[in-house]
């Protein structure tokens, strides 16, 4: 396994590739954003990591940006790439569904998501 320097990194992208996100697309969403990445020459900056199932199903592709702490719903790869020079900005744009403000995951009402299940009951 492979053991990167993450001295320079700014931001980390878990990419879901879960059975619901992989059938939306996200094969072709993960190979654009580290396309993007590599053309930017963003590769000591933005780190990119394929999950499983991220539980936001309804809401295929997931990508997580950290240290953000950015939720966003990548529907293409053109979005897919647009949230890769979002990250560089440090901005959420109009594709992020959650976002960390104060400390607290909150949902941006712009974005066409679902709000999803309380896991307490």
């Given at each position: ?13 878990f990419i879901c ?66 949230i890769v020079r ?36």
């Amino acid at each position: 396994m492979t053991t990167w320097n993450l001295s320079g990194m700014r931001s980390h992208l878990f990419i879901c590739n879960g059975s619901s996100c992989m059938r939306k697309g996200a094969e072709e969403i993960t190979l654009a954003i580290r396309d993007e990445i590599s053309e930017l020459e963003m590769d000591e900056q933005i780190h990119t990591t394929r999950t499983r199932c991220n539980g936001r199903c309804k809401d295929a592709c997931i990508v997580i940006a950290y240290p953000q702490g950015s939720w966003y719903k990548a529907s293409s790869t053109d979005t897919g790439r647009e949230i890769v020079r979002d990250c560089l900005a440090q901005q959420n744009n109009q594709h992020t569904v959650y976002r960390t403000i104060d400390g607290k995951m909150i949902l941006n009402p712009e974005v066409a998501s679902i709000t999803g299940i309380d896991k307490n009951k």
